[in-house]
């Protein structure tokens, strides 16, 4: 029971593997910030919207986290097809991310919204700032500084589930994987050099995140504290 | 001598609690009314109507030509017009002191970057705390907190200054810095209504003191004879507090 | 060509069966090196320390569908060819639970208030007993509303066992679509199982949420 190890085999294909890892990135990247603009907007319908809209956004989120990705993607997959439209296998995933992501986004900023005291927004409002003004100035803008961490914790989870998409042959990583892996019959090395490959995205991008959350709350960099 | 604030026959219950019950009373352009009272008294409540933060169920309540709780009033005007400051501050944690000050004139004057730069610096002078613009708020303490409330409403240029018992969640020592910086408003012509329970201040600064109970006003005596009051009420209040 | 009827809605429903079971394999194996991951991580020894730091952020920042087949194929090569596809789909998701739990489980350990370690340290109690009798009692509490949340996490990924060729909900869904070419209306009922499954236990997990924060106060 001796297995050799070939990670040599593998070396011919390193232009396929920069380029899953390129893919990857950039559906994460689209879907992250797509998923972030919507789930906002949603956050923002459940918080303050007329009820009948809670109520609508509500059963949506619900539906969203309590199904599993995997069937998601089918049913956007089949379910548009249904509809006639011949649709590409990457943009239905980014599709099937998106509806995805913006159902956790929205949980994440209600929470960062409804952490905002009442008191403050009657401050602006006295100040004479209109609702869109006292919404983005007094309540967005601090929810996304405080909810920053777990958001970033979600849309690094979303590039780590973008591999699912590789189920409706969507190209990306893991895709490429499997592409490489039936062609040399070096699974076990494909699979730990893609694993490898994903652990060095995941530090990557929180760490890309960070800095970026360093130059925007500006708040955050010169003090060190939490919101 | 026109009345820029004029409250008449005003009733406010909170569902079964009447909480102000035929309040009436004018505020000259100028004057500086401090209004005392027992917690319960109404006193807060009269004030947050005053400024359409709450409705009235009877009644009528006119401020700088505005006619609060009709149906025709223009909110955003009556904000320009009079200003508040609050017991707990409400500072916006996310914005430094400057900032904080030039939202509201860029948002609502719509004021350049530059020129509300400079109005902001120039309230902060007036409170006292020209060096601390770029502080924010959790780095300053309370008194500087509500001094830099006190300039964000400012910066607005109003006509009539409200304060809601903006000392009573300061420690003593903070007091005085606070007090001072209204004492300056107030020499400086700015109309303002105070709540308060700071008798000493009200003596020395106000020119008419309003002391409420029940729902009702009591009585009304101008701010240096606060050591003399009429009613029994009053003497046992002032008595208390003093 | 066979259209979708009940014979298939029960022949998910089987599968759903199936679903359930290799949750409770991860739930409990999670569950078991997960607590062990959470103390070690805990540790006074800053190599165990390290150690379990590393597993956990090598299991969190791996795609579960890449840990699936790393196992699957690594029980290949040391020459489990013909295992049923339970165990490598159970592995995966052991290990991939046991990150997480891990992790959970820590943060509540580490909530409990310092006050409570010096309290029980004055009482001259082991390291050891101070974890048995003190923290762990209260952490427990802390975690019982992520555990159910975390709970739902693992039915859904339980859906990825369809790739190692395990015949849960999904992979059921695939076949029955495979012979009757209805991916719509199959994929929403099993859409359908999954949530009647997972809706309780989100509900039941904001439940204990809400309960435990009023008690707190």
New interface residues.
Partial sequence: ?T?EFDFSSLLPYWREFAEGVWLTLQLSAISTVLGFVGGALCAIARADGPPWLQRVVGAYV??I????????V??VY??I??LGIRIDANLAAVLALVVNVVAYTCEIMRAGIQSV?K??I?????????KT?TYW??VL??AI?RVYPALVSQYVLLM??S??T??ISAEEL?AV?NRI?SDTFR??ET??V??LL??AL??VVRGAFSVFGMLVFT?RR??G?P? | MSAVVKLSNVHKSFGALKVLDGVSFEVNRGEVVAVIGQSGSGKSTALRCINALETIEQGSIEVCGHAIHSDKLDKRALRLDVGIVFQSYNLFPHLTAEQNIMLAPTCVRKLGKKEAKDLARDCLARVGLAEKADHYPEQLSGGQQQRVAIARSLAMQPKVMLFDEVTSALDPQLTGEVLKVMEDLARGGMTMILVTHEMGFARKVATNVIYMRQGKVWETLPGHQLENPSTPELREFVGSEL | MPTFGFNHVEFLLVAALWTLGLSAIAFIGGGILGFVIALARVSSSALVRGLAGAYVRIVQGTPLLILLFLIYFGLAIVGFNNLPAIIAAGAGLVIYSSGFLGEIWRGCIESVPKTQWEAAECLAMTRWQRMTRVILPQAARIATAPTVGFLVQIIKNTSLASVVGFVELSQAGKLINNSTFQPFIVFITVAVIYFLICYPLSAWSRGLERRLNVGRR
């Fill in positions: 029971m297995y619900e539906v986290r309590n199904t599993p990705l995997l069937v998601q089918f049913l089949f379910g097809a249904i005291h008191a403050q009657e401050a602006a409002d006295c100040l004479g700032l209109t003004q100035h007094v803008r601090p500084e780590l589930a591999s699912i590789s189920q893991t994987a892996q699974s076990f699979y730990i893609v694993g994903y652990l995941s530090f708040r010169r003090l504290t919101l």
